[in-house]
Nanobody
Framework: QVQLVESGGGLVQAGGSLRLSCTAS????????MAWFRQAPGKEREFVLA????????YDSDSVKSRFTISGDAAKNTWYLQMNSLRPEDTAVYYC???????????????WGQGTQVSVSS
């Protein structure tokens, strides 16, 4: 059974940092795109950033690019979302997702985690 499990969410003050983890199991993800999405209350799920199986990183926006990054530890089948300079508008449930080879910025992914809440206070 394929599972993606996120952890690391929490409450942080504006300007602070958090690192989210996504641990995958149940199959090899060596040819998968690993992405992070987020969903704020009353809004649609939106793409944040992704890393391809070749190590290329795709960002949603310059704002994300300047503050967030994604990395992976293949040996642990774990991916990380490092978020710095957090803002109240970053408050959302963050989801990791996996897709075979091709990056999509729409939520058309094969596997999803259950999500982890990130709350940023002003």
């Amino acid at each position: 059974q394929v599972q993606l499990v996120e952890s690391g969410g929490g409450l942080v003050q504006a300007g602070g940092s958090l690192r989210l983890s996504c641990t995958a199991s149940g199959r090899s993800f060596s040819n998968y795109v690993m992405a992070w999405f987020r969903q704020a209350p009353g809004k649609e799920r939106e793409f944040v950033l992704a890393i391809t199986y070749r190590g290329n990183i795709i960002y949603d926006s310059d704002s994300v690019k300047s503050r967030f990054t994604i990395s992976g530890d293949a040996a642990k089948n774990t991916w990380y979302l490092q978020m710095n300079s957090l803002r109240p508008e970053d408050t959302a449930v963050y989801y990791c997702a996996a897709r075979w080879r091709v990056v999509k910025t729409t939520p058309d992914y094969d596997y999803w985690g259950q999500g982890t809440q990130v709350s940023v206070s002003s």
